[in-house]
Structure formats: structure tokens, C-alpha cells
């Protein structure tokens, strides 16, 4: 069964500290993988869209990993802000079904000042 | 380019009645897909619509039901409500189908059925 697991489920970090979010998935064939990040109340918002052959993504002080060789997947985010508080969301699509998505359930980070 | 909008942002319903949520694309966006979210699920996919069709289905009863119009705007209907349908409803759009192309969301529905 395709699979999208994230960790932690939840992380408290102070402001300006760095820190990384885990995604591992069971997708296969993979096409691509996508990290979300989503506020409260509000609908996500993309912030990488890497395909198996990319390693590495920046999108300011969010860098996303991948290595399809372990399936994994890791979110970076260097100098975290009060506004990175969200939940950031991995979601994957196959190369067999490419018109479904397969999301994680989610980390949700608390950056306090 | 306008995002993607949804109306109305906020419903509340009672069990039994029925309810009818509206998502308009992207401009030139031919693909819709509805979600379900729950604190506790994470988002579950509904159904995606394209040129008019609905083209996948997620795992909900016949109770949710959707369509697509010509300009591609799109709506879902949950028929006789229960408490478990509260939950934020997002739509997004994207060029093509969903895994191949990005997809934007729109701020989502927050239904909240007493």
C-alpha cells in the first residue's frame, strides 16, 4: 500500500533556531514529491515540487532533500521565523496513478519567540 | 491572477440538512480536486474534476457528491449532514491532472455541522 509517513507529528522550536522535518514514503515508482506548508484556517501552499531526479530544493530558508534510493525526504528550515508556525505537509504522486497525490499526515511546528 | 476562492468560507449546518460548496479555479486551470480535512486525517482526498468529469474518487460515501461546469468552476454537495462531516473542505486547481501538475489551493470551507 502506497504510504506517506512524516516525523515528528509535532515540534516546538524557539526563533532562530534551525530545524528539520522527516518524510519517508513507500510510493513506487515515484514521480514527485511535494512539500506543503499550511497556516491555520488556511488552505497549503506549496513550497518545493522535486522529481526523483532532483537531490536538493531551496525556497528561501526552506530546503527540502531527497534521496529515492531510501525514500526519504527532509524539510530544512535555517533561522526559523515566528510565521514558520504551521503545519508543513509531504505529499507524493506515482508514476502509475500520476493524477492521485498521496499525503502525509502533517508536522505541525511552534516557533516561540 | 486570482488564487483560487471558495464560498462560503464558514457554514454551519445541522445534522440531516444539506450543503453546497463553491470553488472557482485558477484562471485557465481545468482540473479541480475537493479534500476533506480533519485534525485528526490529515487531508483525504474526495474526487477530482476535469473538462466536466469526474475523473478519480476517494474513499466517501455517495452522500458527497460533486460537478464541474463548463468554465470550471466546481461544486461539492454533502447530503444529509453528519456530525463527522465537520471539517475544513479545501478545493484546488492546477493545469492537468493532479500528480503530473502543480496544484493551488484555495483557503477552504469550514463546515461545522451541530
Known amino acids: 500500500k502506497n504510504q506517506v509517513e512524516q516525523s515528528p507529528q509535532s515540534l516546538i522550536i524557539l526563533e532562530g533556531k534551525n530545524c528539520t522535518l522527516q518524510?519517508?514514503?513507500?510510493?513506487?515508482?515515484?514521480?514527485?514529491l511535494r512539500w506543503y506548508k499550511q497556516d491555520t484556517g488556511r488552505g497549503p501552499v506549496s513550497l518545493t515540487i522535486?522529481?526523483?531526479?532532483?537531490n536538493t530544493k531551496s525556497n528561501g530558508r526552506y530546503t527540502a532533500t531527497l534521496d529515492a534510493d531510501t525514500k526519504q525526504s527532509s524539510l530544512h528550515i535555517t533561522a526559523s521565523q515566528l510565521s514558520d508556525s504551521a503545519s508543513y505537509i509531504c505529499?507524493?504522486?506515482?508514476?502509475?496513478?500520476?493524477?492521485?497525490?498521496?499525503f502525509g499526515t502533517g508536522t505541525r511546528l511552534q516557533v516561540f519567540p | 491572477k486570482a488564487g483560487v476562492t471558495q464560498t462560503p468560507r464558514y457554514l454551519i449546518k445541522t445534522r440531516g440538512q444539506q450543503v453546497t460548496l463553491s470553488c472557482s479555479p485558477i484562471?485557465?486551470?481545468?482540473?479541480v480536486s475537493w479534500y476533506q480535512q480533519t485534525p485528526g486525517q490529515g487531508l483525504q482526498f474526495l474526487f477530482e474534476?476535469?473538462?466536466?468529469?469526474?475523473?478519480n474518487k476517494g474513499n466517501f460515501p455517495g452522500r458527497f457528491s460533486g460537478r464541474q461546469f463548463s468554465n470550471s468552476r466546481s461544486e461539492m454537495n454533502v447530503s444529509t449532514l453528519e456530525l463527522g462531516d465537520s471539517a475544513l473542505y479545501l478545493c484546488?486547481?492546477?493545469?492537468?491532472?493532479?500528480?503530473?501538475?502543480?496544484?493551488?489551493f484555495g483557503p477552504g470551507t469550514r463546515l461545522t455541522v451541530l
Open positions: 484562471s485557465g486551470h481545468r482540473s
Open positions: 474534476y476535469f473538462s466536466e468529469t469526474q475523473r
Open positions: 522535486m522529481t526523483f531526479s532532483e
Open positions: 505529499v507524493v504522486s506515482s508514476i502509475y496513478n500520476t493524477d492521485k497525490l498521496i
Open positions: 484546488a486547481s492546477s493545469l492537468a491532472r493532479g500528480g503530473g501538475s502543480e496544484q493551488f
Open positions: 518524510c519517508n514514503y513507500t510510493v513506487s515508482p515515484f514521480s514527485n
